[in-house]
């Protein structure tokens, strides 16, 4: 009888935790009464304003979740997300009165006053306040020193600013935070050293600068400007041999953008007396990826330099079935065809090879934010983010 006594009464104390908690979650003590969270969810406007913004119709969005913060001017949650949305339109005074309005509530627990400040950090960054920004987003670091999309716009804030090295200091935060789950903390630290070495170079510290350049190197082997810059350094201060080395070590690292060292190693295999290399080069990387057509356009660009048209002219109808729209092959082949005082069986080869293409000059796209740009650039500059352009 003991026995069953206390198993009622764990069950009884189960089921009212459980009612208490479901309490909890549903209803919220403010201003000495309590709010019904899920009333707002609840409404149509509030349903038909997420429906809104999930279709990225923002104006009927602001409008639905305007009506709904009608009927409890107290939905903390609502209002930040106008004040978002307001941000999102280039309204950015309106949402920065939305966001400096919530932070009076004397209510806000320590989570709600970290989120609405990195609202307002958001405001001031879109709005051009840098120092107002970097003062929010400190403020959120301070309530929540693990605010990862905090830690992630102060890094941003520090780099539109050229300040490489706070911002490297900030991403190395980060990628402690991320304890290896992020794939892209390395590379960003690889870029974020690079930068700083070239702060160096220009200041005229090129020992500093061929040291942070390896460094670079050693935090990410597919930084590939530290490759190429590291070789410049070693290039100026006399040692070709060097140069090389770090160049060819380039190509074994990310052959996908072995292109990059082209120029710099023809020139230095020439100056070495050692022009054949090039052409090895060349060679082994169309073995190593058949389909690769800037090995062949590179290698036709030398066989024209030493006056080897012909051999020229066959190795860009090799490339043109591997990138048949690309305006750079097409270009070189007319180029040839000039030489060659425009043969008339060449020609034909041409035109029978190249009838349905349309040629265009090729872009790179940025995988985030789909910017396009005629250069492989290794920042975007419309989102910010690093080594996203194919």
Known sequence: MATELYLLAVLFALLLGLMVGK?????????????DRRRLRETPHYMLGLNFLVDNQVDQAIEELTHATSTDTDALEIQMILGNLYR?????????????????RPDLTKLEHAYVLLCLGLDFRHGGFVDRALEAFQEVLQLDPQNRYALVNLQKLYEDQHQWGEALRVREQIAKIDAGRHPDDQPI??????EIG????????????????????????????AYLNLGDV????????????????????????AYFAFDRLERAYRTLGTPRRFVDLCERLIDRDPQGWRPRLALSRHLVAAGQHRAAFDRLLDAVPYHPHGLAIHQEIWETLAA???????????????????????????????YRSTELLWQCP?????????
């Open 23 to 35: 309490a909890w979650e549903r209803y919220k003590l403010r201003d000495g009464r309590w709010i």
């Open 234 to 257: 070693r290039q100026r201060q006399g040692n070709l041999p060097g140069a090389v080395e770090v160049w060819e070590r380039l190509i074994d690292a990310v052959p996908d953008h």
């Open 382 to 390: 419309q989102c910010r983010e690093w080594n996203t352009f194919v």
């Open 88 to 104: 999102e339109k280039g309204q950015v005074g309106r949402a920065v009165n939305v966001h400096q309005a919530l932070l009076t």
């Open 198 to 225: 070239s702060a160096q170079q220009r200041a005229g510290d090129v020992a500093g600068a061929a040291r942070t350049f390896a460094d670079a190197i050693d935090v990410d082997g597919r930084t590939v400007p």
């Open 340 to 370: 060659l005082e425009f043969d008339a069986a060449l020609i034909r080869r041409y035109v029978e090879l190249t009838r349905e293409a349309v040629f265009y000059l090729d872009p790179h796209i940025c995988r985030r934010c789909r």
């Open 189 to 194: 630290l690889g870029f974020l050293r690079n």
